[in-house]
Nanobody
Framework: QVQLVESGGGLVQAGGSLRLTCAASGRTFSSYNMAWFRQIPEKEREFVAFIKRSGGSTYYAGSVKGRFTISRDSAKNTVYLQMNSLKPEDTAVYYC????????????????????WGQGTQVTVSS
């Protein structure tokens, strides 16, 4: 099992940057594929970014491609989401997720494919 704790959210002006951190417990962090999702009230959880266990492949939602970067540091059991050029529509609770399942670019978008979730961190972008 793995436990996930997100941090780094906050209030930022449009055009600004934030870096989210997801700290994972457990000795087998390097075995997990990791992702970030986000959710606003009364909406379904939305895929943001994904990184394979090896760190060799990443996928992004079209709305964040070119602005957000996902990365991982296996030595620190940590996944990051660097968010640049933030927009008001990026406002949401951001969740870190983990799975041992093999995923492709289609299945990585599905929240149901992930077994472990953090508690979320709020990101608010003001206009």
């Amino acid at each position: 099992q793995v436990q996930l704790v997100e941090s780094g959210g906050g209030l930022v002006q449009a055009g600004g940057s934030l870096r989210l951190t997801c700290a994972a417990s457990g000795r087998t962090f390097s075995s997990y594929n990791m992702a970030w999702f986000r959710q606003i009230p009364e909406k379904e959880r939305e895929f943001v970014a994904f990184i394979k266990r090896s760190g060799g492949s990443t996928y992004y939602a079209g709305s964040v491609k070119g602005r957000f970067t996902i990365s991982r540091d296996s030595a620190k059991n940590t996944v990051y989401l660097q968010m640049n050029s933030l927009k008001p529509e990026d406002t949401a609770v951001y969740y870190c997720a983990a799975t041992l399942a093999w995923l492709n670019e289609e299945s990585a978008l599905l929240p149901s494919r992930y077994n472990y979730w953090g508690q979320g961190t709020q990101v608010t972008v003001s206009s």
